[in-house]
């Protein structure tokens, strides 16, 4: 058995903290500082923490193979056979054109350009982000919007700001399904407290979109909707992640939302003249004005409605309860490790949850999408091997920064940091909001920010007497607001819109947006830590 230390470098902590920080500020710095390649970074920064966990932590070298071992499965299986499926079922409507009817049936709903950029950056967004996440909400937000006749540049900052609130509960829940994992807390008590901080961000974002596409205007004329709108998102999404399951909050956020939208007398009224001509600078697209048959439209929305079915009959108990007994639970070969006080950790086993989880719902989905849209099967599994192949870096990305988290975590290199992180004491609940924006505005991913320092948040609130799952929810949900300005989405969100080059011009507009609206999340966390919103968590 390995037995993790707290002081294994010189009998030193702070010693011992800086050493295991080396491959957090290798990645960091090769993805921040030299710009390498996500996938590069990561397995880069694998191979030193492999290197600290043997050299300087004392984990045999087996063990510690062991441990990337396990990450890399656990990102392969469940978290990239979620995001895999998930794209493919929107490569399908592409393919068949489905996607552009729904585009179309979008642009319909209102000819206010306020309300455009809340029906799809916001909401639509939100429903992308909850299938696939990973930049897609971003460029197709944004070309949307161009098609519409938006300015690019103001519709990749709306598609940007837009893409916040829904992160944490993006790809069905993946990034909070592996801060649970990474952190050995219950899933359902992480979504928890993650779903009382992001929908009230969700109450302030939409009104910050209709003030980026029409200024004070915007806000004066617009504000009920905007403000009807974020609500039902908020409200849909803390009861989904509270009560019902992480993976269907952000759908069921979203189509809520929309919803409540559309329902407001003043969303629908026609935008005057001098609004569309201030705000739609650009060129419209010709292929909006097309009129689609109604069993055609009603094609385009049935992928969304059967991930909502599918992932609705799965909660029923007597179904999950079936879906459950495939699940397998095996004993992880060659990793036998306790932790300081010399008690067993829970990777030593390894849960496969082979039908329960959510990539295999998505894929059950994706089959009964392709039959009703019209996808033969040849077709339909040619465009699953197109999505791996799409999503190759990103697979290897997720792999290897999952591995270097496992390793880190298991060979005690997580949980020395987290002691010593502790040291900030009270200022420690205004700090974590701080780690994982700066994580995900590095990486781009807030399941990457999750993995790396998850378990490190979860042992300074130990340390510290502050609640494990608070600090732990602090990190998804600061993060969410660093995916505005991390250099992957800036460089997707120019390209969509044709500004290639331009992501510096970009970033300063987006930035103070990022920062402004982390320091309120910092805010609310330093508050749910104390009397004044403690009542909040559960």
């Known amino acids: 058995m390995f037995v993790q230390e707290l002081e294994p470098v010189a009998d030193s902590l702070g010693l011992s903290a800086l050493i295991a920080a080396l491959p957090l500020v290798t990645v960091l710095v ?10 590069r970074a990561g397995l880069i920064g ?38 895999v499926n998930a794209l493919w079922v929107y490569r399908m409507t592409v393919r068949t054109e489905h996607f552009d009817i729904l585009r179309r049936s979008f642009g319909r709903l209102s000819d206010d350009p306020r309300i455009q950029a809340l029906v799809i950056a916001f909401c639509f967004g939100a429903l992308l982000e909850a299938l696939a996440g990973f930049g897609a909400p971003v460029a197709i937000s944004a070309v949307m919007l161009v098609a519409l006749g938006f300015q690019p540049v103001r519709a990749a900052v709306v598609a940007l700001v837009a893409n916040t609130a829904p992160v944490a509960f993006g790809a069905m829940g993946t990034p909070v399904v592996t801060l649970a994992q990474v952190t050995g807390l219950p899933l359902d008590s992480v979504a928890a407290v993650v779903g009382r901080q992001t929908p009230l961000l969700a109450l302030v974002v939409p009104l910050v979109l209709v003030g980026l596409v029409d200024g004070k205007r915007g806000l004066r ?12 998102f908020a409200a849909a999404q803390f009861v989904a992640s509270n ?5 269907l909050a952000d759908i069921g956020a979203a189509l809520v939302g929309a919803a409540a939208l559309v329902a407001v007398p003043s969303a629908r009224k026609p935008a005057a003249e001098p609004v569309r001509a201030a705000v739609l600078t650009g060129v419209r697209s010709e292929d909006l004005d097309p009129e689609d048959p109604r069993p055609e439209v009603l094609r385009a929305y049935a992928p969304y409605a059967l991930i909502v079915v599918v992932f609705s009959l799965a909660q029923i108990p007597a179904v ?16 036998d490790v306790a932790d300081p006080e010399g008690n067993p950790v829970g990777a030593n086993a390894f849960t496969l949850p082979l039908v329960s989880t959510g990539g295999t719902l998505v894929l059950l989905s994706g089959l009964l999408t392709a039959a009703v849209i019209g996808v033969h099967a040849r077709v339909a599994l040619r465009e699953w091997g197109a999505t791996v192949h799409e999503l190759r870096f990103a697979i290897l990305t997720v792999t290897s920064v999952l591995a270097l988290a496992y390793v880190m975590n298991l060979s005690g290199q997580a949980a020395v940091i987290g002691h010593f992180v502790a040291a900030a004491g009270a200022g420690l609940a ?14 781009g991913s807030d ?5 790396l320092f998850g378990a490190l948040q979860v042992t300074a609130a130990r340390q510290s007497g502050l609640s494990p799952e608070l600090l732990a929810a602090a990190n998804s949900s600061g993060g969410v607001l660093g995916k505005m300005i991390s250099p992957q989405n800036l460089t997707i969100a120019c390209a969509a819109v044709g500004l290639a080059g331009k992501e510096g011009d970009l970033l ?4 103070p947006w990022s920062i402004g609206l982390l320091l309120v999340m910092c805010l609310i966390v330093v508050a749910q830590s104390t009397f004044l919103l403690g009542w909040m968590l559960p």
Request: hydrophobic content about 60%; proline content about 5%.
């Open 447 to 451: 399941t990457s920010a999750n993995a």
């Open 243 to 247: 009560y019902v399951s992480a993976q």
């Open 320 to 335: 999950k309860s079936i879906l459950d007994a495939a699940t397998q639970v095996f004993d992880w070969p060659f990793l």
């Open 430 to 443: 205004f700090l974590s909001p701080v780690l994982g924006w700066f994580g995900v505005a590095v990486s």
């Open 221 to 232: 004329e617009t504000w009920l909707p905007a403000l009807v709108c974020g609500t039902a």
């Open 508 to 511: 300063r507009k987006v930035l």
């Open 30 to 39: 090769l993805l921040g500082a030299v710009r390498m390649k996500a996938h």
């Open 46 to 83: 694998l191979a030193v923490a492999v290197l600290v966990a043997w050299l300087a932590y004392g984990m045999p070298l087996g063990q510690t193979l062991s441990s990337g071992a396990q990450g890399v499965l656990f990102g392969l299986f469940p978290i990239m056979w979620i995001v």
